[in-house]
């Protein structure tokens, strides 16, 4: 009886859990079995979806809301350094931040990382900078200080233009003699 008893604990304890097994084999042979079966089955998934958004379409929108929400203050905390604030003013109101390049090369940096710049400002922008672990140049505004820094910037470059030089000087001018 006692030699029966230690079999069966050493049996047990050797032996994987059945977890671990479905997590050994899922491994192995999951992720290759569903890209298979999702490229052979694209339409009828397709249908699938478009059904169960119909019939779910609230869970749906929660869902969609829910990702988009934590995708977004994942990508702010992470470029915050902590909490999300303005690195400008120190605002920590998630619905009044943007993420700013910091050297205005946001055009070229959309390009690189494939995101059309009419998305750049919501979840696809997000989701392509946490797939591309979180690139540096990249800071926190609120919409205020971006739109100060981006004011800022045309004017420099608008001072570049002689002729709008010229003609700034004529009104300084004009307004000061009157």
């Known amino acids: 009886m006692i030699l029966k008893s230690i079999l069966l604990i050493m049996v047990m304890v050797m032996a994987k859990s059945k977890k671990d097994i479905n997590q050994d084999y899922h491994k192995k042979h999951g992720l290759e079995y569903h890209r298979e079966y999702r490229g052979k089955n694209r339409d009828k998934r397709r249908k699938w979806n478009k059904e169960w958004i119909e019939n779910n379409r609230d869970k749906y929108n929660a869902s969609k809301y829910l990702y988009r929400d934590r995708l977004k203050l994942e990508v702010?905390?992470?470029?915050?350094?902590?909490?999300?604030?303005?690195?400008?003013?120190?605002?920590?109101?998630?619905?009044?931040?943007?993420?700013?390049?910091?050297?205005?090369?946001?055009?070229?940096?959309?390009?690189?990382?494939?995101?059309?710049?009419?998305?750049?400002?919501?979840?696809?922008?997000?989701?392509?900078?946490?797939?591309?672990?979180?690139?540096?140049?990249?800071?926190?505004?609120?919409?205020?200080?971006?739109?100060k820094k981006q004011i800022e910037l045309c004017r420099k470059e608008r001072l570049k233009n002689p002729v709008y030089k010229e003609r700034l000087e004529c009104d300084v001018d004009d307004t000061a003699a009157a």
Do not use: W
Request: net charge positive; hydrophobic share 30%.
């Open 76 to 147: 702010l905390t992470h470029y915050s350094k902590g909490k999300p604030k303005c690195a400008i003013c120190g605002m920590d109101d998630i619905d009044c931040l943007v993420l700013d390049h910091i050297n205005n090369n946001g055009s070229e940096h959309r390009k690189s990382i494939k995101v059309s710049s009419r998305a750049s400002s919501g979840v696809s922008m997000h989701a392509a900078l946490k797939r591309e672990g979180f690139p540096e140049g990249l800071q926190v505004l609120c919409a205020n200080c971006n739109t």
